[in-house]
């Protein structure tokens, strides 16, 4: 199984500022992807991270909010722009080998926008 | 539309208790993947088990037992004997085999456990 870290573990920010999440994974993987977690709700796919490309984003998510890179196959990031009390959730990074395989998640980064 | 459905949205019991948490799917692909995760007060994911569509076969690890019947779109999760350390939030996932949806999970909304002593 992937071991994923993920930094930071939690962070408090302004309104207006941005933060970006880095994800790391212990081996080569072919999806990574972001979800967020709203409070007391469940978990909504915000992009798959592509390797070399652009991500692929979910409706209602877009790229100038939630710019996503991933640079090689075992590191990705998401950066929250422009941040606003709304956006206070817990964003998980996931990967798996390949479709269908176990999705294993990170410890995800717990954000309160102020 | 809502793919996968969790109907409870929390169940109580007392420790030793079974629980059965329900989940039931909807998809039009014949190939998919079932999942269920953990999620305790500390807020990580802990993935349970994955289940391919194919496979209907009942499983059991340990205090944990998963019952998956395509008949009724059905993959519902029981604990047996439960303990304090069951309490935590528990989802389940479809993983569709399209190319638009290759790799991705729906949640459920999930259903709160609490098991107290």
């Known amino acids: 199984s992937a071991v994923i870290s993920q930094k930071p573990s939690r962070d408090i920010c302004q309104r207006g500022t941005s933060l970006t999440i880095q994800c790391q994974v212990d081996?080569?993987?072919?999806?990574m992807f972001w979800y967020r977690q709203q409070p007391g709700q469940s978990l909504t796919l915000i992009a798959t991270?592509?390797?070399?490309?652009?991500?692929?984003?979910e409706s209602g998510f877009v790229i100038d909010k939630f710019p996503i890179s991933r640079p090689n196959l075992t590191f990705s990031t998401l950066t929250v722009s422009n941040m606003s009390p709304e956006d206070s959730s817990i964003y998980l990074c996931?990967?798996?080998?390949?479709?269908?395989?176990?999705?294993?998640f990170g410890p995800g980064t717990r954000l309160l926008v102020l | 539309a809502q793919k996968v459905t969790q109907a409870q949205t929390e169940i109580s019991v007392v420790e030793k208790e079974d629980v059965t948490l329900d989940c039931v799917y909807e998809?039009?692909?014949?190939?998919?993947?079932l999942f269920w995760y953990k999620q305790p007060p500390s807020g990580e994911l802990v993935f349970l088990i994955r289940?391919?569509?194919?496979?209907?076969q009942n499983e059991i690890s340990g205090r944990y037992s998963w019952n998956f019947q395509k008949s009724t779109s059905s993959f519902n999760f029981t604990i047996t004997a439960s303990q304090v350390v069951d309490s935590a939030v528990y989802f389940c996932?479809?993983?569709?085999?399209?190319?638009?949806?290759?790799?991705?999970?729906?949640f459920g909304a999930g259903t709160q456990v609490v098991v107290t002593p």
């Open positions: 081996s080569q993987v072919t999806m």
């Open positions: 996932a479809l993983s569709e085999v399209k190319t638009d949806s290759w790799g991705k999970l729906q």
């Open positions: 998809t039009r692909d014949t190939t998919y993947y």
């Open positions: 991270a592509n390797q070399g490309s652009e991500a692929t984003y």
């Open positions: 289940r391919n569509s194919f496979d209907e």
């Open positions: 996931s990967a798996s080998g390949q479709e269908g395989e176990t999705q294993y």
